[in-house]
T-cell receptor
Framework: SQKIEQNSEALNIQEGKTATLTCNYT??????LQWYRQDPGRGPVFLLL?????KEKRKERLKVTFDTTLKQSLFHITASQPADSATYLC??????????FGAGTRLFVKA | SQTIHQWPATLVQPVGSPLSLECTVE??????LYWYRQAAGRGLQLLFY??????ISSEVPQNLSASRPQDRQFILSSKKLLLSDSGFYLC????????????FGSGTRLTVV
């Protein structure tokens, strides 16, 4: 069956460091991979989308990589700030009507 | 600009009572609309999606139903709630151009007691 895994343990880092979050998947061939930010009690907010034929995508302090051979995406936040503290979800999209979301990884950035 | 409204924000309902959650979208026409449920520590579970008025695709639930009476309105219902229906319910809209991802509503926290 299709599975998507994100590190269930929270990630704690110091302000100014780079946060790296991992998304692994099996039995799936996504056309797109999306990353979202979710704050407690709120709906997820879309951050970035990367296509299967792209290796890397950047947006301001965010960088996403996509390795279809390893079936893995890495999400980086450089120069992290306490305001970056949230849960980050990855989502696999085949381009049809359905998207599979991971459970998310909580990030805590300490000042 | 496109916005999505979802209400109520929180709801506490007894077991066996009915449910109606409403979602409306503004600023777009013929959107693809979705209902997701999120349990604590779990990924978003797709419940229903709709590509147009009156068209509903059901993914999982036996106790829930959805309807789309108008182009920009999507309703999630239940005739009799179960304890297992508790969760965080999210309505979402997907733009035709996927570069913008899903736009989610603010969510409804449902507690069935």
């Amino acid at each position: 069956s299709q599975k998507i895994e994100q590190n269930s343990e929270a990630l704690n880092i110091q302000e100014g460091k780079t946060a790296t979050l991992t998304c692994n998947y099996t039995n799936y061939s996504p056309a797109y991979l999306q990353w979202y930010r979710q704050d407690p009690g709120r709906g997820p907010v879309f951050l970035l989308l990367i296509r299967e034929n792209e290796k890397e995508k950047r947006k301001e302090r965010l960088k996403v990589t996509f390795d279809t051979t390893l079936k893995q995406s890495l999400f980086h936040i450089t120069a992290s700030q306490p305001a970056d503290s949230a849960t980050y979800l990855c989502a696999l999209d085949t381009g049809g009507f359905k998207t599979i979301f991971g459970a998310g990884t909580r990030l805590f950035v300490k000042a | 600009s496109q916005t999505i409204h979802q209400w109520p924000a929180t709801l506490v309902q007894p077991v066996g009572s009915p449910l109606s959650l409403e979602c409306t979208v503004e600023g777009t026409s013929n959107p693809n609309l979705y209902w997701y449920r999120q349990a604590a520590g779990r990924g978003l579970q797709l419940l229903f999606y709709s590509v147009g008025i009156g068209q509903i695709s059901s993914e999982v639930p036996q106790n829930l139903s959805a309807s789309r009476p108008q182009d920009r309105q999507f309703i999630l219902s239940s005739k009799k709630l179960l304890l297992s229906d508790s969760g965080f319910y999210l309505c979402a809209w997907l733009a035709g151009h996927r570069n913008y991802g899903y736009t989610f509503g603010s969510g409804t926290r449902l507690t069935v007691v």
